[in-house]
């Protein structure tokens, strides 16, 4: 075929990118086309062609692993200065061994998670800078601590979607169990007063907490939660003394009865625009209610009954085009002071360090339990501790292992850098899933063997 018979470079280019896949490849066509058309008159034409012939030599040296990481920044896998930055700038990264050799997945896919590049080199997850890290920002004033001996906990996931949740106790309206973003979650419809009660094995103690995360996408949507029921058949109005309330404009926090008495309310937009954690911290007379980082309600003489049940109810009639949606709950008993229980027991299990999902970052929420730690081990300079991690049974053993290795070290980390403790004066270790506290048949159970523990050294 003559030269002649293409008008532009882009002609020929868009017959012969046609050609691809057939018997001949692209680099050839172009170099055969090349020698075949030896005159002068083309040199500008040559030229170009010579060019596109280079290139589409190396692209065509390119397997289809180096099409993928091809433009993307290169970091070994535990240089988190390297992955910081890239993911700081947006850029695509993928993760190599300390050899440079590019990280594969059983599939064949580059690798981009440090947390599963470290598992595949047999070392712990990487401690990734937190945005924002314990202790900074609007967590540098939070103080909720969550207790240690949990009561009730549900995150549904043992549960059908459409079902109502097996372990709540139906009372009225319309209630079942979604998918929602990745999430599993209890969603109301309605009608208004709508409530369900969660039994507890025991009676509320002094100190207790509640967890959960909830999304009101109306601005006059709303729901309480009372620490004794009402009277069989009747609403919220018939309580007696203080309960709690989640609401977006009406306040979320602590709730007077229709009597009267103490109350403190904060509007609460955010629960409008995404699920949020909502928090309640107890001790005696004294509650605190917290949304995300922010504490909304702070009164030192409530009026809480105590009982074995929690009651649920909302107060503004939601839909199913804009449900109520409530996350995991969990119930516990307050934990005693962490030197006090040291010294006594020798050891102490903290469940207020919190980490990131399948990951050795500590996550914000730590930072009181954390503070409590580092004060300890400044007020009292001859302490020496063993930081030990402990995960459930769900995962693999190494897996588990690993990943308990990694942040027990991140909270001896942490401490050192944070509150200058000396090195010789911490050790770390994990434990994977291998030290059980409670049975891991239980979602309670699970729960309470999620843990970090002190343990005091000679």
């Given amino acids: 075929m003559a030269l002649s018979s293409f008008r532009t470079l882009e002609a020929f280019m868009s017959m ?30 040559i030229k170009k062609l010579k060019d596109t012939v280079k290139q589409a030599a190396e692209d065509e040296t390119l397997s289809g692993v180096d099409q993928i990481v091809r433009g993307k920044v290169q970091c070994v896998f535990n240089d988190l200065e390297c992955i ?3 993911q700081d700038s947006g850029e695509d990264y993928v993760l190599t061994d300390d050899e440079g050799e590019l990280l594969l997945d059983d599939d064949g896919q580059p690798v981009s998670d440090p947390n599963e590049a470290a598992t595949m080199m047999g070392e712990p997850p990487p401690l990734m ?40 106790e139906f009372r009225k309206g319309n209630w079942d169990i979604i998918e929602w973003e990745g999430r599993t979650l209890l969603r109301n419809t309605g009608p208004r007063y709508s409530s369900i009660e969660i039994v ?30 009402p009277l069989p058949g009747k609403t919220w109005s018939t309580l007696e003394g203080n309960f709690f309330q989640v609401g977006v404009a009406h306040g979320t926090g602590v709730k007077a009865p229709q009597g009267g008495g103490v109350e403190s309310l904060n509007a609460a937009p955010i629960l409008s625009e995404q699920l949020m954690p909502i928090r309640i911290m107890v001790d005696g007379r004294y509650a605190k209610v917290y949304v995300g ?19 649920i109810e909302n107060t503004y009639s939601a839909s199913a085009d804009q449900p109520i949606l409530i996350g995991p709950i969990r119930v516990a008993a307050g934990g005693a002071d962490l030197y006090d229980a040291l010294e006594e027991k020798g050891r102490v299990a903290t469940h207020g360090i919190l980490f990131a999902v399948n990951s050795a970052n500590i996550r914000p929420e730590s930072t009181p339990t954390l503070e409590e730690i580092g004060e300890m081990l ?4 001859d302490l020496r501790l063993s930081i030990e991690g402990h995960t459930d049974s769900d995962g693999e053993d190494t897996y588990n292992q690993t990943l308990s290795d990694g942040r027990a070290a991140a909270v001896r980390d942490y401490l050192i850098e944070q509150y200058g403790v000396d090195p010789s004066r911490l050790e770390s270790a994990g434990f994977g899933e291998s030290a059980p506290v409670e049975s891991n048949d239980t979602p309670e159970g699970k729960q309470q063997n999620r843990r970090v523990e002190l343990v005091k050294l000679d």
């Fill in 16 to 45: 012969t990118r046609r050609a691809r896949g057939a018997l001949v490849p692209l680099s050839f066509a172009i170099a055969a086309l090349v020698l075949a058309t030896p005159s002068p008159a083309h040199g500008q034409f």
């Fill in 84 to 86: 910081q930055a890239a």
């Fill in 129 to 168: 800078d937190a945005a924002p890290r314990p202790g900074e920002g609007a967590w540098a004033n939070y103080d909720f601590v969550p207790g240690e001996r949990v009561l009730f906990y549900d995150d549904f996931s043992d549960d059908n979607v459409g079902d109502f949740p097996r372990r709540l």
């Fill in 200 to 229: 507890l094995p025991e009676d509320l103690p002094e100190r207790f907490t509640i967890e959960t995360e909830a999304y009101l996408p109306h601005s006059n949507y709303q729901f309480i939660i009372a620490t004794t029921p």
């Fill in 293 to 311: 980082e922010q504490r909304v309600a702070n009164v030192p003489n409530a009026e809480l009954a105590r009982s074995s049940r929690l009651f």
């Fill in 378 to 381: 400044v007020d009292h300079p």
